[in-house]
Antibody, heavy 120, light 112 residues
Framework: EVQLVESGGGLVKPGRSLRLSCTAS????????MSWFRQAPGKGLEWVGF??????????EYAASVKGRFTISRDDSKSIAYLQMNSLKTEDTAVYYC???????????WGQGTLVTVSS | QSALTQPASVSGSPGQSITISCTGT?????????VSWYQQHPGKAPKLMIY???KRPSGVSNRFSGSKSGNTASLTISGLQAEDEADYYC????????????FGTGTKVTVL
């Protein structure tokens, strides 16, 4: 059974940093691209960014709203994807989800999400 | 890149069919048959319901179907059931390596 479990969320002050983890199980993690999404309270889904599998270079892409502040990485030996968030702003407050990327520009499995609250 | 346009809400009675539209542009929905749909119950993670426009993942009820015409994709739920009450989001591939995905604004489905 595919499982994705996010961790690392919490309350953080503006300008500080936080690192989220997404621990995967039930599939060969290294074969898949992984994405991060977020959902602000009462709002819709926003794609944050993704990391390709090593077979496709392991490169990353980011939404304009987080580019230069957020970094996605992966440790295939541990089946973990990371989201390093720096220079956090109040508008980064959201539930953050990690997903496994399907083969047709879809996201076939989602974690349960972790809440990040940026507030002074 | 603008979000895909969805109606804010759609409602129907049990047993009825409803359709949710998802309107994009010739740069996203109109160019690729790579539209996916997600169901999200309150406080829960989204769930993939339709991918590649009309395909259902294993385990998703065949009451859910997807289609596309021009720049508009649609999700139809037939035989509406109480458990279908949720938010639904569409997503389309947008062709850019730096901005590959565009999401819909979301539709609240209410079962009367």
């Amino acid at each position: 059974e595919v499982q994705l479990v996010e961790s690392g969320g919490g309350l953080v002050k503006p300008g500080r940093s936080l690192r989220l983890s997404c621990t995967a199980s039930g599939f060969t993690f290294g074969d898949y691209a992984m994405s991060w999404f977020r959902q602000a309270p009462g709002k819709g889904l926003e794609w944050v960014g993704f990391i390709r599998s090593k077979a496709y270079g392991g490169t990353t892409e980011y939404a304009a709203s987080v580019k230069g502040r957020f970094t996605i990485s992966r440790d295939d030996s541990k089946s973990i994807a990371y989201l390093q968030m720096n220079s956090l702003k109040t508008e980064d407050t959201a539930v953050y989800y990690c997903t496994r990327d399907g083969e047709a520009a879809d996201f076939d499995y989602w974690g349960q999400g972790t809440l990040v609250t940026v507030s002074s | 890149q603008s979000a895909l346009t969805q109606p804010a809400s759609v409602s129907g009675s049990p047993g009825q069919s409803i359709t949710i539209s998802c309107t994009g542009t010739s740069s996203d929905v109109g160019s690729y048959n790579l539209v996916s749909w997600y169901q999200q119950h309150p406080g829960k993670a989204p769930k993939l319901m339709i991918y590649e426009g009309s395909k259902r993942p294993s385990g998703v009820s065949n009451r859910f179907s997807g289609s596309k015409s021009g720049n508009t994709a649609s999700l139809t739920i037939s035989g509406l059931q109480a458990e279908d009450e949720a938010d639904y989001y569409c997503c389309s591939y947008a062709g850019s390596s730096t901005f590959p995905y565009v999401f819909g604004t979301g539709t609240k489905v209410t079962v009367l």
